[in-house]
T-cell receptor, first 114, second 111 residues
Framework: DVKVTQSSRYLVKRTGEKVFLECVQD?????MFWYRQDPGLGLRLIYF???????EKGDIPEGYSVSREKKERFSLILESASTNQTSMYLCASRTLGTGGGEQYFGPGTRLTVT | QKEVEQNSGPLSVPEGAIASLNCTYSDRGSQSFFWYRQYSGKSPELIMS????GDKEDGRFTAQLNKASQYVSLLIRDSQPSDSATYLC???????????FGTGTSLTVIP
């Protein structure tokens, strides 16, 4: 079974803090993704990585950065947390198999910024 | 803009009935299609993938794909209360890295 884990299920941070969200997958997947999910807005892609040290911006990268130093680990960084970054953050990974490959999600981190 | 459209619902069906969930997409280059189930407060869980025109069955679930009409659907037979969730449609190009998600259809199965 594919397993994607995230460092925290719930996190409460103060405005202006630097926040690190970690994601680890154990299936040697090439692609990893960070999304945020808000009611009424669906899943929105923040950043993705298609290889170690490679990253590409998604639809809403402002206020975020990412790091992928090892294939199995993809980190999302909120440089200076703001209240509008309160959300559910979902990490996913995907292999580039025949037909495009399936994407699997971690359990999510519900971040509250106060 | 690659768009994936779903009826937001909510869709309510009685227990034992067939639930039909629909999805259309705008990018004709899309080659891979997926259905995810998401329970409230949980992350999306992959339930079906389909790559070729026609039907694909897995237990009580059937995915249907019509690339000419740019349409993919999910049928849930013998619906159970445990099927009550939001169902997300996702599409991807074979050579691309991104998935494009619909905003989901909320399904309630009434006992």
């Amino acid at each position: 079974d594919v397993k994607v884990t995230q460092s925290s299920r719930y996190l409460v941070k103060r405005t202006g803090e630097k926040v690190f969200l970690e994601c680890v997958q154990d299936m040697d997947h090439e692609n990893m993704f960070w999304y945020r999910q808000d009611p009424g807005l669906g899943l929105r892609l923040i950043y993705f990585s298609y290889d170690v040290k490679m990253k590409e911006k998604g639809d809403i990268p402002e206020g975020y950065s990412v790091s992928r130093e090892k294939k199995e680990r993809f980190s999302l960084i909120l440089e200076s947390a703001s209240t509008n970054q309160t959300s559910m953050y979902l990490c996913a990974s995907r292999t580039l198999g025949t037909g495009g490959g399936e994407q699997y999600f971690g359990p999510g981190t519900r971040l509250t910024v106060t | 803009q690659k768009e994936v459209e779903q009826n937001s619902g909510p869709l309510s069906v009685p227990e034992g009935a067939i639930a039909s969930l629909n999805c259309t997409y705008s990018d004709r280059g899309s080659q891979s299609f997926f259905w995810y189930r998401q329970y409230s407060g949980k992350s999306p869980e992959l339930i079906m993938s389909i790559y070729s025109n026609g039907d694909k069955e897995d237990g009580r679930f059937t995915a249907q794909l019509n690339k000419a009409s740019q349409y993919v659907s999910l049928l849930i037979r013998d619906s159970q209360p445990s099927d009550s969730a939001t169902y997300l449609c996702a599409v991807s190009q074979n050579t691309g890295n991104q998935f494009y998600f619909g905003t989901g259809t909320s399904l309630t199965v009434i006992p």
